[in-house]
Every structure is written in C-alpha cells, then in structure tokens.
Nanobody, 116 residues
Framework: QVQLVESGGGLVQPGGSLRLSCAAS????????MSWYRQVPGKERELVAS????????NYADSVKGRFSISRDNTKNTVYLQMNSLNPEDTAVYYC?????????WGKGTLVTVSL
C-alpha cells in the first residue's frame, strides 16, 4: 500500500493563498499520477488537479484554472497544490490521491476554510 499524508490546510481570508503538500510513502512506483480532490458536505468528491510522474502532464478543474498550480518532487514522492486568489467556494476538505497501474490510495484529507 501507499500511505499519503496531507498538510498545509487551514483558515485563510478571501483573496489569500495556501500551499498544500502530500507526501507518499510505502510501495511507490516510478509511474504514477498524483492528484488533489476536494469535497464539501452533501456533494461528491471532485478532481481539482492532477500531475503525472513521467512527463509532468497536468490537468485542472475549470473552476481553479489560473488560480491553482500543482507540482511535484519525485525525489521526495511529494505533490504540492499552490492555491491563490482563494474564495469561499474553495472551502472543502482536500484529499490527495496516488494512482498507479496496481494501486490506488487516498489520504485522510486536510480542511481548507476560506472566510473572513
């Protein structure tokens, strides 16, 4: 299995920024995709952004394009999500996901609250 530990969540004012981190450990393979999802109560979990390990291909939800940026450090098996221009609609629990051809693991989530 792959263990994922997220960090960096918290309370931020509208217009502010946060940087989330997710460190993977355990059985990790060189070919994988790491992603960030988010979920609010009563709604389905949605993909925010993803990045591949081999070529760094990124994908973003339309709602975060131009504001969020995903990156990764393969030497540390860590993925980051830089979130700028945050608004209250970004309030959610953010989850990290690690996928390969053989494994699919989720972190426990970190809460991001955007409020005055």
């Amino acid at each position: 299995q792959v263990q994922l530990v997220e960090s960096g969540g918290g309370l931020v004012q509208p217009g502010g920024s946060l940087r989330l981190s997710c460190a993977a450990s355990g059985f990790t393979s060189s070919r994988n995709t790491m992603s960030w999802y988010r979920q609010v109560p009563g709604k389905e979990r949605e993909l925010v952004a993803s990045i591949t390990s081999t070529d760094g291909f990124t994908n973003y939800a339309d709602s975060v394009k131009g504001r969020f940026s995903i990156s990764r450090d393969n030497t540390k098996n860590t993925v980051y999500l830089q979130m700028n221009s945050l608004n209250p609609e970004d309030t959610a629990v953010y989850y990290c996901r690690w996928q390969s051809s053989r494994l699919d693991s989720w972190g426990k989530g970190t809460l991001v609250t955007v409020s005055l």
